[in-house]
């Protein structure tokens, strides 16, 4: 329709869909998403006027006649809408049951990194405060988890180092297991502007993705050898001597042990785990050491992996040893993948080992001060982690997790091993979920709770570059749905608490008093303008553009970075004569997740990633006889997908690649749920061995 500007409503937001952070108008008339448009460049700092498909395009789904509008409650098996009071009393009920009869510990909270930092606040402070339990944790857990083990330890903070001056202005970038053009558009201009201007653009990947195209160096490697490669850059640089001394004597503990543990990663063992060419090895290993400046760019290619954590330890190391750490243009950057997983699912403790600000839950300062707040007694506040996500589902398994509760979150297209994941939900003895739609994990609940999205809420997100922003209702709620934060609100009043909150901007409040990297934040600085990357330590502080200029912050308190060895080990699982081809995993660009969303949108959907598709190199499917189109028949040693072929050079001869968006016929369909990361508990969803038969069905 065409409409006058005069007539609609114009609301400056941040987007709901990556963890790129980026700002808009959005217009809105009558209750409905027209469609947004770059705002004042002043109010988004980090895409000024730049946004992608995703956040251009994808609102129909807010108006989806699937979109939940009233609690549902099951009875026989069925679901029937029920009221707020009806469908609250039941989770009280189901939750309290299993509180009575197992204790606070047989249950399972999963918060979700697509609501807001005050949602997630709330939700935490209920699995603590009301249930008595640190089984709290989040979706950070399949895809940084790693990240945030390693960088914490090394460095100080589990979250990138960097601000946007890196991004656009650094002299090198090293991009690894990020396929930026696709996962995280509006940083892949800055990037490809960057290089257009001289910077040089190193990438190492498994698959040929479109940045090796612009990049000055591409080379394949094995997924699943990062360490090795790494490891091996690390020891040609010292026995070349092109490390940076000064920097290492001065900031950095743990060298000489580092310096011993890559003895064994010469370039022709390297060459042989991993496949990297030594000349190649050499060449980027130099242009990183020599540069003035140098980003390390990475995504879930790194930190999904049963040895994820020594994947971020080994770059860490990297950017140590070449003194590419603390200043504004260089310096160690995870691409985060959901709007708000930063900060919903990291900075505000939905934890099992964590409060809010990375505070240790079982240290005894912290349990106090957080119980003296919430004026509760210090011998209720749980004093031992809970189970991480990938252990909850292993728990429940075993018998030890009766219950969960799970808001915004669809493991069972997520988790490793879909089949496992939908028999521990449906054994469970009492599920809640509270989402916008009827996921397919919600079909499994015993009660549903409608929740508004983010086109209807209030709060802030934070980004991959922590920059803290306001989230902005441009819309009146549908229906009977109520704010994530306003209804775990209602549910502790049942349970006999008062929380004071009557709007988002009170909890930020509450966060700030008590989170020491955002004790400045409020909603007040944020609505005057003001750009607040944390760390924010209080209300005249400015915020933190880039991290550890002067000091480190780690827990040994000395200021020094602690490199840790990273230990060079095979991928847990290796490919034989009955599982030949290596699967890996990844996104595409039109697509967000689990496709709650985007799924919806006719757009996005048409063409090849309607449907779930397996990249297969043209060598490869020759040997099978498949072709373009057809339906192959992927089997690992955990499950079997069906789905269609597309032959292509991205993936080399002996892999093939398999989004992550899909149920019907996805990538965790054939994953597996154990082993774990020892230190992240994260699961290998990047190494599958598979084979692959030319018959199929759509
Ligand atoms: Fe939204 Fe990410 Fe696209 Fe920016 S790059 S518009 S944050 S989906």
């Known amino acids: 329709a065409d409409y006058r500007l005069s007539d609609v409503n114009v609301t400056d937001t941040t987007c709901g869909h990556c963890a790129v952070g980026c700002r808009f108008d959005l217009y809105t008339k009558d209750g409905e998403v027209l469609g947004a448009r770059p705002t004042d460049p002043e109010k988004a700092p980090v895409n000024g006027i730049s946004t992608c498909v995703k956040g251009k395009f994808t609102y129909s789904y807010v108006d989806d006649e699937d979109r939940l509008t009233e609690p549902l409650v099951k009875e026989n098996g069925e679901f029937r809408e029920a009221s707020w009071d009806e469908a609250l009393d039941r989770v009280v009920e189901g939750l309290g049951d299993i509180i009575d009869e197992y204790g606070p510990d047989a249950l399972g909270l999963i918060a979700s990194s697509k609501a807001t930092n005050e949602d997630n606040y709330v939700m935490q402070r209920f699995a603590r405060e009301v249930l008595g339990t640190n089984n709290i944790d989040n979706c ?59 910077a040089e653009l190193i990438v190492f990947d498994p698959r040929k993705i479109q940045a090796a195209e612009y990049a000055d160096q591409f080379t394949r490697v094995e997924p699943g050898y990062d360490t090795t490669w790494i490891n091996g850059m690390i020891r040609y640089i ?69 040895h994820g954590t020594d994947n971020i330890y080994a770059i860490a190391n990297l950017a140590l040893i070449t003194g590419h750490v603390g200043d504004s243009k260089s310096g160690l950057a995870p691409f985060r993948g959901q709007n708000n997983v930063q900060g919903g699912g990291g900075d505000m403790g939905p934890l099992p080992n964590n409060f809010p600000g990375y505070q240790s839950a079982t240290d005894d300062e912290n349990r106090a001060k957080f119980a003296d707040y919430w004026d509760m007694d210090i011998e209720d506040m749980p004093d031992e982690e809970g189970y991480r996500l990938t252990e909850m589902f292993l728990a429940a398994d075993d018998g030890d997790l009766k219950g969960m509760f799970v808001q915004g979150e669809n493991p069972t297209v997520s988790e490793p091993n879909i089949d496992h994941a939908q028999k521990v939900l449906e054994d469970l003895e009492f599920l809640a979920v509270q989402d916008i739609f009827l996921t397919r994990t919600a079909e499994h609940a015993d009660v549903v709770l409608p929740a508004t999205s983010t086109v209807e809420s209030n709060g802030t997100y934070t980004s991959s570059s922590r920059h803290v922003q306001l989230v902005k209702r441009a819309i009146e709620p549908k229906g009977n749905t109520k704010p994530d934060w306003a209804i775990t609100k209602a549910l502790a009043q049942r349970f006999g608490y008062e929380w004071e909150y009557e709007t988002a901007s009170d909890i930020m409040n509450e966060i700030s008093d008590l989170t020491p990297i955002y004790g400045g934040v409020s909603h007040e600085r944020l609505e005057n303008g003001e750009e607040l990357q944390w760390p924010v330590w209080d209300e005249d502080h400015p915020g933190t553009p880039y991290l550890y200029d002067e000091k480190f912050l780690t827990d040994e308190g000395d200021e020094l970075a602690h490199m840790h060895v990273a230990e060079g080990i095979d991928p847990a699982e290796l490919p034989d004569e009955q599982f030949p081809l290596v699967m890996t995993t990844g996104r595409v660009l039109y697509q967000y997740h689990t496709g709650t969303l985007t799924f919806r949108e006719e757009g996005l959907t048409e063409g090849y990633t309607g449907e779930s598709f397996v990249e297969i190199h043209p060598d490869t499917a020759a040997e099978y006889g498949v072709s373009e189109g057809e339906y192959v028949t992927l089997t690992s040693r955990h499950g079997t997908a069906e789905m269609k072929a597309a032959v292509t050079e991205r993936p080399s001869p002996g892999e093939v690649f398999t989004p992550m968006h899909y149920f019907k ?9 154990e082993p774990l990361d020892p230190p992240s508990k994260t699961a290998e969803y990047k190494v599958t061995n598979v084979q692959l038969t030319a018959e199929g069905q759509p």
């Open 665 to 673: 016929g996805g990538a965790n369909n054939l994953t597996k749920e």
């Open 140 to 198: 950070n857990r399949l895809c940084h988890a790693a990240t945030v083990e390693g960088l914490a330890a090394t460095l100080g903070f589990g979250a990138a180092s960097t601000g946007l001056e890196a991004l656009e202005e650094t002299d090198c970038y090293l991009l690894t297991g990020s396929n930026i053009t696709e996962a995280h558009p509006v940083f892949a201009t800055r990037v490809k502007q960057n290089v257009a201007e001289g």
């Open 238 to 306: 010292i026995e070349e001597d092109l490390h940076d001394e000064k920097f290492i004597e001065e900031r950095v503990d743990g060298f000489e042990k580092v310096k011993e543990s890559v003895q064994q990663f010469t370039p022709e063992f390297v060459e042989k785990k991993a496949g990297v060419p030594p000349e190649e090895l050499k060449s980027a290993a130099e242009t990183i050491a020599n540069a003035d400046s140098c980003m390390f760019g990475w995504a879930l290619g790194l930190a999904e992996h049963t």
